[in-house]
């Protein structure tokens, strides 16, 4: 799931193409061959011009080899090579990275759940709290404001258990993002 996070995407694209310079610049060492041809008919009359005496062919080719450049061609193999090792590290670097990008999410997500769960039970607590302060009003055992700061702290609890729910829906959300999301089609 990691592979669709576009920094590590990056880093590998790059990685590919240090890659493949090393293998210019190996290729400089080696000869290069050009061939060209070419071909064309000719004649003194147009009745000639289809005369398979008249038809003439050209080819010409060259072959060139480097012979000094003055470690020119070592130093850019070296250059490419050097180049190849630091995107390794900057590849490992941005994996080690999004591994602890989700092991952050995670944990987050694991406190912000135990969060909710703690407010849910308190929310059942208060709930149950305002039904017993409603039940000793009605028997004429306690004053309205019990009910009323029953209440109160029920509500309080509402609060934040949607505060909880949201920061819930928040941490999802990082997670989904540190995992790669699923915005790239």
Known sequence: MLERRPDIQQAEATLIAANAQIGVARAQFFPSLSISASGGVGGDSLSSIFDPAGKTIYGL??????????????????????????????????????????SNALIAL???????????????????????????????????????TTDSNLY???????????????????LYSALGGGWQS
């Open 110 to 148: 694991k406190k912000q759940r135990a969060y909710r769960e703690e407010q849910e039970k308190l929310v059942a607590a208060a709930q149950d709290a305002v039904r017993l302060a409603r039940m000793r009003y009605q028997g004429g055992s306690t004053s309205y404001l019990e009910v009323l």
């Open 61 to 102: 080719g060259t072959l060139a080899q480097p012979l000094f450049e003055g470690g020119k061609l070592r130093g850019q193999l070296q250059l490419s090579e050097q180049t190849k090792e630091e995107m390794v590290l900057t590849y490992q670097k941005t994996i080690a990275g999004a591994f602890r990008d989700v």
């Open 156 to 174: 309080a609890a509402q609060l934040n258990l949607v505060n909880a729910q949201q920061g819930e829906a928040l941490t999802i959300v990082q």
